[in-house]
C-alpha cells in the first residue's frame, strides 16, 4: 500500500526555481544554438516549463534509458530504449532530469554525448538528492535538494503513478 504523506516541494517553489534556471540558462547560451533533452519519462514536466522560460529558440529533443542489470552494479552503463533523432554534431547539449540520485545514468549519458561529437554536455535538474551520489558528476544547473526520501510528483513516479502531482510529495512505502 502507497500512501501520500507530505507535500515537500509546493508548486510555487518549483515554479520560482524553473524561473531561476531559465533565466540562467539564457544568460549563459545567449547567441548560441542549444539543444535541450529530456530524459523520458520522469523530466517530461520540467521540461515543458524549463523550456518556456528560455528567451531565445531553442531546439528540443527526448530520449529514453534504462539502468543496465542491478543498482549494485555502478558501471553507470545505460540501455538507450528511445533516442534522439535531432544531429547533435558541433552542438551545445543540455541534458534534463526530474532527479539525480546516484548520479550514474547522467554520468553514463554526458559520456555518451561527448563521444557522439556534442561541443559540449551541461547538466540540468529540478531535483537533486547529493546525499545518495555515486558517481561524480558535475551538475551545473541544480533546482532544488532534497533528503534521500521516496518522492513523487512534477514528473517523479512510483509505480508509474502520481506523475501528474503538481507538486512533490513524500510517499509511505510498505
Ligand atoms: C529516475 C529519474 C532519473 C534517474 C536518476 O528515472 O527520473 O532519470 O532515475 O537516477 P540516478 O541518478 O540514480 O541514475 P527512472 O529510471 O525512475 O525512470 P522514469 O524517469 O521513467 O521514472
Ligand atoms: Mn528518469
Ligand atoms: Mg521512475
Redesign the pocket.
Known amino acids: 500500500m502507497t500512501e501520500l504523506q507530505k507535500v515537500l516541494v509546493p508548486r510555487e517553489e518549483l515554479q520560482r526555481r524553473v524561473q531561476e534556471l531559465g533565466a540562467e540558462i539564457s544568460r549563459d547560451y545567449e547567441g548560441q544554438e542549444l539543444i535541450l533533452i529530456g ?5 517530461a514536466v520540467f521540461m515543458a516549463d524549463l523550456m518556456r522560460e528560455i528567451t531565445f529558440p531553442v531546439g528540443i529533443d527526448f530520449m ?4 543496465y542489470g542491478n ?1 549494485a552494479t555502478t558501471s ?1 552503463a ?1 540501455i538507450i530504449r528511445k533516442d534522439i533523432d535531432t544531429d547533435i554534431r558541433g552542438k551545445h547539449i543540455l541534458l534534463v ?12 549519458l554526458k559520456e555518451h554525448f561527448l563521444n557522439s561529437g556534442a561541443l559540449s554536455v551541461r547538466i540540468c535538474t529540478i531535483l537533486n ?1 547529493p546525499s ?4 561524480d558528476v558535475e551538475v551545473e544547473y541544480s533546482g532544488i535538494e532534497i533528503p534521500d526520501e521516496f518522492v513523487v510528483g512534477y ?3 512510483y509505480a ?1 503513478q502520481y ?1 501528474n502531482l503538481p507538486e512533490v510529495w513524500v510517499v509511505a512505502t510498505e
Open positions: 530524459i523520458l519519462k520522469g523530466a529514453a534509458v534504462s539502468s543498482a553507470g545505460v532530469e526530474d532527479l539525480i540520485d546516484t548520479g550514474l545514468t547522467l554520468k553514463h538528492k545518495r551520489r555515486l558517481a514528473g517523479l513516479d508509474e506523475r
